[in-house]
């Protein structure tokens, strides 16, 4: 069993900051990529930001040179630095990781989401 505990969402104003936080847990024995999507409401889920165990970062065109994703692979965490945070980034955001567990079968694990509201 995987468990993802994600963190730092909350209520901000529009051009403010965010970093967002997710720790991976559990049978783990190695993680390939780590990643972070959102779903506003009404919406899909789209990709957010995804970085790979080689570093290589897959971003989505809207938030380019506003967020950035990285991860730390001694402590199975992966953070989502947000910046200038529009009204249209409001979304629950979720942290999704994949790899092999300790019986090195594949994973996919999802955490159970965090809210960002960017508002005034």
């Known amino acids: 069993q995987v468990h993802l505990e994600e963190s730092g969402g909350g209520l901000v104003q529009p051009g403010g900051s965010l970093t967002l936080s997710c720790t991976a847990s559990?049978?783990?024995?190695?993680?390939?990529?780590m990643a972070w999507y959102r779903q506003a409401l009404g919406k899909e889920r789209e990709l957010v930001a995804r970085?790979?165990?080689?570093?290589?970062?897959q971003s989505a065109d809207s938030v380019k040179g506003r967020f950035t994703i990285s991860r730390s692979d001694t402590k199975n965490t992966v953070n989502l630095q947000m910046n200038v945070l529009k009204p249209e980034d409001s979304a629950v955001y979720y942290c999704?990781?994949?790899?092999?567990?300790?019986?090195?079968?594949?994973?996919?694990?999802w955490g159970q989401g965090t809210q960002v509201t960017v508002s005034s």
């Open positions: 970085i790979v165990s080689s570093g290589s970062i």
């Open positions: 999704n990781v994949g790899g092999a567990s300790t019986d090195f079968r594949l994973f996919d694990a």
């Open positions: 559990g049978s783990i024995f190695s993680i390939n990529a």
